[in-house]
């Protein structure tokens, strides 16, 4: 099951493979707030903002939820404009998911 909705067909490599990732994190909260706010900036995103959401993205699921959530402090280096557009942005958790075609 995935909550893709965005075509990957006009992205460019890079974008796909994000996106691909933002969807396919291992758990299914990370999965809808990295995922749908990769469908919603993705293609907008400048080359420093790819790379410092890939660095945000090599961390640990549970770590990332933990910041996002609140609950934990965010460490000093992701305490940065990208890291909060991704923490202030509201997945729709009700949106309804669809399989693959």
């Known amino acids: 099951m995935t ?30 707030v990295f995922g749908q706010f990769a469908e919603a900036e993705i293609a907008t995103l400048s080359e420093a903002e790819l790379d410092e959401f890939e660095t945000i993205m090599a961390e ?3 770590d990332l939820v933990r910041w996002i959530m609140g609950t934990w402090p965010v460490p000093e280096r992701f305490q940065t404009p990208m890291f909060a557009r991704l923490a202030a942005y509201t997945p729709d958790f009700d949106k309804p998911l669809r399989t693959p075609e």
């Open 3 to 32: 909550g893709v909705t965005l075509t990957s067909a006009g992205l460019d490599p890079r974008r796909r493979r994000i996106l691909f990732r933002c969807w396919h994190r291992g758990i299914r909260e990370m999965d809808l």
């Open 60 to 62: 640990e699921d549970n």
